[in-house]
């Protein structure tokens, strides 16, 4: 209505879906004021069959707000709580809203927005705003929303109807690159009476103005806080840090409630208030000491559009004061921050300075932070043998992260600050054991904030890494990406300076190469690093300065290489070489808790051994330490001292009969050893301490699958794939069982689910094999294997052997192992010459039995018997071998042929990977790596260790014809490991080399 009243009717019709919808409309909080409106609110639950249910008045109750639970002087702040009874998915709520507003927030004005939803499925949504025909209003849409507009008897009526079949949230909308998801939206519909921005401050003016009056205890507070003091802005800052910190801020948004701030006087005695009583508290304060501050609204999250005035578009209020030339910018309501220090959501942004006869203006808030950006972080400290970190921290801060931190603690007790450092250096890169914490006073706003800390991390530096390198503690660092900004914007810098100091004492076993230093100038930022060795002593300094708030955006890609630049140094670590084993130097007062992390590091990194003498360290200190058995048990596992990994893991039981993982070693054992029925009592004792223990129940259902218990291997399975269900190897063994129980759809959708989750060479290799093996589904194993054939060829194609990993030598045994699973495909389709081929191939870089195996059983069927026994007897002599093929073998010649037949081909077996090598040079062994190719020559050889004096015949080993034939003439890379043996000559015979490539699976390390 003209007169600034009005009223609002929400009609509101939703389909319950889920039970997740039925949480969050189960019941309704409805916001009111009751200063100046009354709500009205009427609803119905109608079930699928069409019955209704009215929503009674008894579900509907009216309650305080719960702010003005914590500050009273709020209470006309209300809400309507409505539980909606019997509300079940598939169910229509249908409900209305009247919100009549019987007082204008302005006299004879009004206004109003709305946005359209975006983040749910709506159907049709419709908006009808009508207003007197004889009034101005200037009404405003996004593009994609345009009204329609009708007039009848004295009223004008805007209409929109818009419907949202699409959910716009983060995790469907497409995004254009380039422009940030976070910065909120203009809303779809503006409408307001204002004329100008004049108006818009007169109307506040008005407001505020009585409301500034001061109080006899306000004016004594003013000369006792402004005593001896004659500058005026000295006079203002001691105001404003009384008002900023001993009035708490209550966060309610500007407009939340009511527009008019308190009296002065009564936020004085309730020691609290909003954002503007906060502000008309300073301002009447500051009248009394002959300064006019000015109230300035001015929005936190949203740009202000200077064409459209209305009160909606502001949802804070903070402070202004012109002195002379100068500007002075207040918000009391960060309380904790420095005077003049506005946070970074505020600077920039356009604020309505309110001052009285049409005379407020929009003004614009400076980039520049009052108190510049900084950061120190101090680093003195010393690694130990073990690898563990203790350091003296200090990080020092002023600027936004000064303030985001004052408000942090100041929010905590004290006796929590502990866990507030700790969740600090955690985002800094440490995640280690706290100590000593020193806070500075947070209500000082005249220093820097500083944090002052010990810090203890066990196996900071993993010294049993193939690479060891030591990362610089504490010395993360971020620079805004662009790419995260709106295409053609500024990119906004925000000046700042930042500088890293370590000093950081280490081990006499470690000896440190420097890291690049690095220098950048530009004429906006320039960085700098600098690293030094002083003794045992790294010392590194890195230090930014960003001098530029924003930087034009035809600078992005000056910008970018800047950045990436500043980052590659930042994340640059130390390289290390570590001289000597894991001693007693430098860790005299180790306890064994830092001697197992650093065991446990040692066996990830696969150094068993080391692993094996820090936990024998412990045990010499605490022979009946609980958990180091089992950490030795599995350590001898995995070396294959298997006499000693049982005595280990019997004791770790006898000592903790609950052990979290020695049964389930235990079974590994004897699962290793064939002692089927041991190993699954063991599986199952640690199923029965642990019942969704997923490691003991994949062990023991893989060990039934390997045992044909098909039956009872798939429910343990089925529990394993229940309790971790992102792991793809179970849903293969899971597959394994099902389809061997004649379940191919089961099996299917196992396997499908193993894809799904990892579709990678080992998987493929999996499910082909378990596929082939059953002789179903053959065209699809064929795929999976050869897809896993095409990853694998690509990945070893560009590895040189200076670049060599372990990850490489396990691809190369597991390209045989697929290259026999595509031969043997095409074997059961009957196609024996592609099936020869890829067999041929596995059997040449492997050697492995079963590949013999089924390079006889080809031979056979195409009636070629003596190959065929040939290749079973081999089958037969592979170490570990399975009887299948001697099974064959014998009903081809009998038992006592075939016994001579596979002593003759064991005799054989070295032969296949001996080569005569030219160029003897004396006594000596070494080891080398060749780079094979189809061509059967080494197109590279790498020496690994042995003799310095047989690296020269390197060249020699390229002249070698390898017996190793490739599926096809494509550029594959397969890369074998072999010993040099070299006689030297005597009166009877010449000097000698041979050459003897090691098994593939018999190759662990690339050094």
Same mark, same amino acid.
């Given at each position: 209505?003209?007169?600034?009243?009005?009223?609002?009717?929400?009609?509101?019709?939703?389909?319950?879906?889920?039970?997740?919808?039925?949480?969050?409309?189960?019941?309704?909080?409805?916001?009111?004021?009751?200063?100046?409106?009354?709500? &009205?609110?009427?609803?119905?639950?109608?079930?699928?069959?069409?019955?209704?249910?009215?929503?009674?008045?008894?579900?509907?109750?009216?309650?305080?707000?719960?702010?003005?639970?914590?500050?009273?002087?709020?209470?006309?702040?209300?809400? $309507?709580?409505? !539980?909606?009874?019997?509300?079940?998915?598939?169910?229509? @709520?249908?409900?209305?809203?009247?919100?009549?507003?019987?007082?204008?927030?302005?006299?004879?004005?009004?206004?109003?927005?709305?946005?359209?939803?975006?983040?749910?499925?709506?159907?049709?949504?419709?908006?009808?705003?009508?207003?007197?025909?004889?009034?101005?209003?200037?009404?405003?849409?996004?593009?994609?929303? $345009?009204?329609?507009?009708?007039?009848?008897?004295?009223?004008?009526?805007?209409?929109?109807?818009?419907?949202?079949?699409?959910?716009?949230?983060?995790?469907?909308?497409?995004?254009?690159?380039? $422009?940030?998801?976070?910065?909120?939206?203009?809303?779809?519909?503006?409408?307001?009476? %204002? +004329?100008?921005?004049?108006?818009?401050?007169?109307?506040?003016?008005?407001?505020?103005?009585?409301?500034?009056?001061?109080?006899?205890?306000?004016?004594?507070?003013?000369?006792?806080?402004?005593?001896?003091?004659?500058?005026?802005?000295?006079?203002?800052?001691?105001?404003?840090?009384?008002?900023?910190?001993?009035?708490?801020?209550?966060?309610?948004?500007?407009?939340?409630?009511?527009?008019?701030?308190?009296?002065?006087?009564?936020?004085?005695?309730?020691?609290?208030?909003?954002?503007?009583?906060?502000?008309?508290?300073?301002?009447?304060?500051?009248?009394?000491?002959?300064?006019?501050?000015?109230?300035?609204?001015?929005?936190? &999250?949203?740009?202000?559009?200077?064409?459209?005035?209305?009160?909606?578009?502001?949802?804070?209020?903070?402070?202004?004061?012109?002195?002379?030339?100068?500007?002075?910018?207040?918000?009391?309501?960060?309380?904790?921050?420095?005077?003049?220090?506005?946070?970074?959501?505020?600077?920039?942004?356009?604020?309505?300075?309110?001052?009285?006869?049409?005379?407020?203006?929009?003004?614009?808030?400076?980039?520049?932070?009052?108190?510049?950006?900084?950061?120190?972080?101090?680093?003195?400290?010393?690694?130990?043998?073990?690898?563990?970190?203790?350091?003296?921290?200090?990080?020092?801060?002023?600027?936004?992260?000064?303030?985001?931190?004052?408000?942090?603690?100041?929010?905590?007790?004290?006796?929590?600050?502990?866990?507030?450092?700790?969740?600090?250096?955690?985002?800094?890169?440490?995640?280690?054991?706290?100590?000593?914490?020193?806070?500075?006073?947070?209500?000082?706003?005249?220093?820097?904030?500083?944090?002052?800390?010990?810090? &203890?991390?066990?196996?900071?530096?993993?010294?049993?890494?193939?690479?060891?390198?030591?990362?610089?503690?504490?010395?993360?660092?971020?620079?805004?990406?662009?790419?995260?900004?709106?295409?053609?914007?500024?990119?906004?810098?925000?000046?700042?300076?930042?500088?890293?100091?370590?000093?950081?004492?280490?081990?006499?076993?470690?000896?440190?190469?420097?890291?690049?230093?690095?220098?950048?100038?530009?004429?906006?930022?320039?960085?700098?690093? $600098?690293?030094?060795?002083?003794?045992?002593?790294?010392?590194?300094?890195? &230090?930014?300065?960003?001098?530029?708030?924003?930087?034009?955006?035809?600078?992005?890609?000056?910008?970018?290489?800047?950045?990436?630049?500043?980052?590659?140094? !930042?994340? +640059?670590?130390?390289?290390?070489?570590?001289?000597?084993?894991?001693?007693?130097?430098?860790?005299?007062?180790?306890?064994?808790?830092? @001697?197992?992390?650093?065991?446990?590091?040692?066996?990830?990194?696969?150094?068993?051994?080391?692993?094996?003498?820090?936990?024998?360290?412990?045990?010499?200190?605490?022979?009946?330490?609980?958990?180091?058995?089992?950490?030795?048990?599995?350590?001898?596992?995995?070396?294959?001292?298997?006499?000693?990994?049982?005595?280990?893991?019997?004791?770790?039981?006898?000592?903790?009969?609950?052990?979290?993982?020695?049964?389930?070693?235990?079974?590994?054992?004897?699962?290793?050893?064939?002692?089927?029925?041991?190993?699954?009592?063991?599986?199952?004792?640690?199923?029965?301490?642990?019942?969704?223990?997923?490691?003991?129940?994949?062990?023991?259902?893989?060990?039934?699958?390997?045992?044909?218990?098909?039956?009872?291997?798939?429910?343990?399975?089925?529990?394993?794939?229940?309790?971790?269900?992102?792991?793809?190897?179970?849903?293969?063994?899971?597959?394994?069982?099902?389809?061997?129980?004649?379940?191919?759809?089961?099996?299917?959708?196992?396997?499908?689910?193993?894809?799904? !989750?990892?579709?990678?060479?080992?998987?493929?290799?999996?499910?082909?094999?378990?596929?082939?093996?059953?002789?179903?589904?053959?065209?699809?194993?064929?795929?999976?294997?050869?897809?896993?054939?095409?990853?694998?060829?690509?990945?070893?194609?560009?590895?040189?052997?200076?670049?060599?990993?372990?990850?490489?030598?396990?691809?190369?045994?597991?390209?045989?192992?697929?290259?026999?699973?595509?031969?043997?495909?095409? %074997?059961?389709?009957?196609?024996?010459?592609?099936?020869?081929?890829? @067999?041929?191939?596995?059997?040449?870089?492997?050697?492995?039995?079963?590949?013999?195996?089924?390079?006889?059983?080809?031979?056979?069927?195409?009636?070629?018997?003596?190959?065929?026994?040939?290749?079973?007897?081999?089958?037969?002599?592979?170490?570990?071998?399975?009887?299948?093929?001697?099974?064959?073998?014998?009903?081809?010649?009998?038992?006592?042929?075939?016994?001579?037949?596979?002593?003759?081909?064991?005799?054989?077996?070295?032969?296949?990977?001996?080569?005569?090598?030219?160029?003897?040079?004396?006594?000596?062994?070494?080891?080398?790596?060749?780079?094979?190719?189809?061509?059967?020559?080494?197109?590279?050889?790498?020496?690994?260790?042995?003799?310095?004096? @047989?690296?020269?015949?390197?060249?020699?080993?390229?002249?070698?014809?390898?017996?190793?034939?490739?599926?096809?003439?494509?550029?594959?890379?397969?890369?074998?490991?072999?010993?040099?043996?070299?006689?030297?000559?005597?009166?009877?015979?010449?000097?000698?080399?041979?050459? !003897?490539?090691?098994?593939?699976?018999?190759?662990?390390?690339?050094?």
């Amino acid at each position: 209505e003209s007169d600034g009243t009005g009223t609002k009717t929400v009609q509101t019709r939703i389909l319950v879906q889920t039970e997740g919808a039925l949480q969050q409309l189960g019941q309704l909080i409805l916001d009111y004021n009751s200063d100046f409106e009354r709500l &009205t609110f009427k609803g119905r639950v109608i079930k699928p069959d069409g019955t209704k249910a009215e929503i009674p008045a008894s579900a509907i109750q009216d309650m305080s707000a719960p702010v003005s639970r914590i500050a009273p002087m709020y209470s006309d702040i209300r809400q $309507k709580h409505v !539980i909606v009874p019997g509300l079940r998915p598939g169910d229509i @709520l249908e409900y209305e809203l009247q919100f009549e507003q019987f007082a204008a927030m302005a006299p004879n004005q009004f206004w109003a927005e709305y946005s359209f939803g975006r983040s749910f499925i709506t159907k049709n949504e419709e908006l009808r705003i009508e207003v007197p025909a004889s009034r101005v209003v200037n009404v405003k849409s996004r593009p994609e929303f $345009k009204p329609e507009v009708r007039e009848a008897n004295g009223r004008r009526t805007y209409f929109w109807k818009t419907a949202n079949l699409e959910r716009d949230d983060d995790s469907s909308k497409k995004k254009k690159k380039g $422009k940030p998801g976070n910065k909120p939206e203009e809303p779809s519909v503006q409408v307001t009476t %204002f +004329q100008g921005w004049g108006e818009v401050g007169d109307w506040y003016a008005n407001l505020e103005r009585d409301r500034r009056a001061s109080s006899d205890a306000m004016r004594a507070k003013v000369a006792e806080l402004t005593k001896d003091l004659t500058d005026g802005t000295d006079k203002l800052r001691a105001i404003y840090r009384f008002v900023a910190q001993e009035f708490r801020y209550v966060s309610l948004s500007f407009g939340t409630g009511r527009y008019q701030p308190h009296a002065a006087a009564e936020v004085f005695g309730n020691q609290y208030g909003d954002c503007k009583d906060k502000s008309t508290l300073l301002a009447a304060m500051a009248e009394v000491a002959g300064l006019h501050v000015q109230s300035a609204l001015t929005s936190v &999250t949203r740009d202000i559009d200077a064409t459209f005035p209305s009160p909606l578009q502001f949802n804070h209020v903070i402070s202004y004061l012109r002195a002379g030339n100068e500007e002075i910018w207040l918000d009391t309501t960060t309380e904790v921050a420095p005077f003049r220090m506005l946070l970074a959501p505020l600077r920039k942004k356009e604020a309505l300075v309110v001052a009285a006869d049409g005379k407020s203006v929009l003004s614009k808030i400076p980039a520049e932070p009052a108190v510049p950006n900084s950061q120190v972080t101090s680093v003195e400290g010393a690694i130990n043998d073990l690898g563990t970190l203790d350091a003296d921290v200090r990080l020092t801060f002023r600027g936004d992260a000064e303030v985001m931190g004052r408000l942090a603690v100041r929010a905590i007790p004290q006796a929590q600050w502990k866990d507030y450092i700790q969740y600090v250096a955690s985002v800094s890169g440490v995640d280690g054991e706290i100590s000593g914490v020193q806070v500075s006073t947070p209500t000082d706003v005249q220093t820097p904030l500083e944090y002052r800390f010990h810090i &203890t991390k066990q196996n900071y530096f993993n010294r049993f890494g193939k690479d060891p390198r030591l990362a610089l503690p504490f010395g993360t660092g971020t620079l805004i990406d662009p790419d995260d900004l709106e295409e053609g914007k500024p990119i906004d810098l925000g000046q700042s300076r930042s500088e890293y100091h370590l000093k950081m004492q280490l081990s006499r076993q470690f000896e440190a190469r420097l890291p690049l230093p690095v220098e950048l100038k530009r004429d906006y930022a320039q960085y700098s690093s $600098k690293y030094a060795l002083e003794g045992l002593t790294f010392i590194g300094t890195r &230090t930014m300065e960003v001098k530029l708030n924003e930087l034009p955006a035809d600078r992005r890609n000056d910008y970018q290489a800047f950045r990436g630049a500043v980052l590659a140094d !930042i994340d +640059q670590k130390i390289p290390v070489k570590v001289k000597g084993d894991a001693g007693t130097e430098g860790t005299a007062g180790v306890d064994s808790d830092e @001697l197992l992390e650093a065991a446990s590091s040692a066996y990830d990194s696969r150094d068993y051994r080391a692993s094996i003498e820090l936990i024998e360290r412990v045990l010499k200190s605490e022979p009946d330490h609980k958990s180091a058995y089992n950490d030795l048990g599995r350590a001898y596992l995995e070396l294959g001292q298997l006499d000693k990994a049982e005595a280990a893991l019997k004791k770790a039981v006898t000592l903790n009969p609950f052990s979290p993982s020695a049964y389930t070693n235990l079974g590994r054992i004897y699962w290793l050893q064939r002692r089927y029925k041991d190993a699954e009592r063991e599986f199952r004792k640690q199923i029965e301490i642990v019942p969704l223990d997923w490691w003991a129940l994949s062990n023991l259902g893989e060990m039934l699958v390997e045992q044909k218990k098909y039956a009872e291997a798939e429910p343990e399975l089925e529990k394993a794939t229940a309790v971790r269900s992102d792991d793809p190897r179970l849903y293969v063994d899971l597959g394994k069982a099902q389809i061997s129980l004649k379940k191919p759809e089961k099996a299917q959708e196992a396997f499908d689910r193993a894809v799904e !989750i990892a579709p990678s060479p080992l998987v493929w290799y999996s499910v082909a094999s378990t596929l082939v093996e059953n002789n179903t589904h053959l065209d699809r194993a064929q795929r999976y294997a050869e897809s896993a054939v095409a990853m694998l060829t690509a990945q070893l194609r560009d590895v040189r052997l200076d670049q060599l990993k372990q990850v490489d030598l396990l691809n190369v045994n597991l390209l045989a192992s697929c290259w026999d699973t595509v031969g043997w495909a095409h %074997f059961r389709k009957g196609e024996t010459s592609a099936a020869l081929k890829y @067999l041929n191939a596995a059997w040449d870089l492997a050697q492995d039995g079963a590949v013999a195996d089924h390079i006889g059983q080809v031979y056979e069927r195409s009636a070629k018997r003596d190959r065929a026994i040939e290749y079973y007897a081999l089958a037969a002599a592979v170490p570990g071998a399975k009887p299948g093929g001697r099974e064959r073998l014998v009903a081809l010649v009998g038992e006592a042929t075939a016994r001579a037949q596979v002593d003759e081909q064991r005799q054989r077996l070295g032969i296949l990977r001996a080569y005569d090598v030219p160029g003897a040079l004396g006594e000596g062994t070494a080891e080398f790596f060749v780079a094979l190719a189809p061509g059967s020559k080494a197109v590279e050889v790498r020496f690994a260790s042995g003799d310095e004096k @047989l690296k020269s015949l390197a060249s020699s080993l390229k002249s070698i014809r390898f017996n190793m034939n490739f599926p096809d003439e494509g550029d594959a890379r397969v890369f074998r490991r072999g010993i040099l043996t070299c006689q030297a000559a005597t009166k009877s015979a010449k000097g000698s080399c041979a050459f !003897i490539l090691l098994k593939t699976e018999d190759v662990h390390s690339v050094d």
